[in-house]
Nanobody
Framework: QVQLVESGGGLVQAGGSLRLSCTAS????????MGWYRQAPGKQRELVAT???????NYADSVKGRFTVSRDNAKKAVYLQMASLKPEDTAVYYC???????????????WGQGTQVTVSS
């Protein structure tokens, strides 16, 4: 069974940095895409950053220039380096992966359990 396991959330002061990590465990054929979404209290889940294959990463406008997403295909991992954090970045951050499993024709969406990021002013 494939799972996404996240780590790295926490409490940080405004202007600080955090690094989130997410690793896919289990047997799979290929990773189509990986990235991060977030959900603040009372708001819908929104895209933060995703990377598909060798394409240029896609970022939400609100995090461009501050966040950097990267992948390590050998480790089946994705990372989110967050800098210049703002209180409005406070949310639960979810790892996302589009995974193609052995014997399947289409990739399926997988989500991590979420990790809390709190930025104090």
């Amino acid at each position: 069974q494939v799972q996404l396991v996240e780590s790295g959330g926490g409490l940080v002061q405004a202007g600080g940095s955090l690094r989130l990590s997410c690793t896919a465990s289990g047997s799979l054929f290929s990773i189509v895409a990986m990235g991060w979404y977030r959900q603040a209290p009372g708001k819908q889940r929104e895209l933060v950053a995703t990377v598909r294959g060798a394409e240029t990463p896609n970022y939400a406008d609100s995090v461009k220039g501050r966040f950097t997403v990267s992948r390590d295909n050998a480790k089946k991992a994705v990372y989110l380096q967050m800098a210049s954090l703002k209180p409005e970045d406070t949310a639960v951050y979810y790892c996302y992966a589009g995974l193609l499993l052995f014997g399947r024709i289409y990739a399926e969406d997988y989500w991590g359990q979420g990790t809390q990021v709190t930025v104090s002013s």
